[in-house]
């Protein structure tokens, strides 16, 4: 219970400004959110250098060798039958999965935002060292796993760590930058889903389709007052589910994204591949399938890794996709 507060505070802070700045909101503080997770990627592993290896890099590793190798052999495998990385299959899923990633829509909307093309090649440029620059915080998870061994919680590794080593003022620094992570990825789930609701189902299929009949000034602002309504009720929804969490909250997470990429990245890859037009009932197949096949292998436990089962839906949505796209009638050959 102790941890309630916080996680009520943290719903109502990311909620208030999607809520008041929607999709301008989410873009600029997930910039401002990007620099920080930049800088604490290098902070975390330079502060291994320094507690561990003398500022030697060769040193530091040398030392995470020698002592994992105290605590468990296991920990130095290529493969830990005990963890998602159980095998070479699931490592190959997990690549999938990785790479479907970079087509989530709460990801992709940011490409979207470029008010110029010929700003895409100054966002791939910043993005690789960005994300270069935050990969570094890995090595928080051997950190950790020297400085506080036996932590029961893998989700507080990172948090143990740097109450473990660092100065009051910097673990509390990189505490909010924990939180920063988990709300550049919230903010911009919460504006897509206002956008599925507001945009895709409201105007785009009932006032489009001529199944509720309004003016376009009045169909904005009832889809306005839509895509608030919805982050309302989604922001409510995901603080009651984190108040209980799950054992790891990173499996829940990966649950989520690989429902999406099973379902979505095949008619994606289509449009920006294919080179012909298909059918939508392709594009439909392919969802359904993608989704269906991923429900099923990680739900029943036919593959125990979340992150390798979502690498291998997704890759049956994207053939199913193509497939499809082959066997059903083009769009222009299509009876009405």
Known sequence: MGSSPGLILIAVIVVAYVYVGGSYADVYTDAVQAIMMAATGIIVFLSGLYFFGDWSISKTFQAITDNFKEQDMQLLSVFNSDSNYYAISAVLGLLIIQFSFASQPQLFNKVLSLKNEKDLRKMIIVYIFAAAASLFVLFGGFFARMAV???????????????????????????????????????????????????????????????????PEKADAIALKISRIVVLAVGLLAALIVLNPPPFLADLMWVGISGVSAGTLGPVMYAVFGKKKAHRRAAEGSMFIGLAFYLVIVFTGLEPSPLAAGGWSTLVGIITMFVLANLLPRPAEATK
């Open 149 to 215: 061994p036996g932590l029961e919680q893998a989700d507080l590794a990172l948090l143990e760590y740097v109450a473990w080593g660092f100065p009051a003022a910097l673990a509390a620094f990189v505490a909010v930058v924990i939180l920063a992570a988990a709300l550049s990825t919230t903010d911009g789930l919460f504006v897509v889903m206002s956008t599925v609701f507001a945009n895709d189902i409201y105007k785009k299929v009932l006032v489009k389709r001529g199944i509720i009949k309004t003016t």
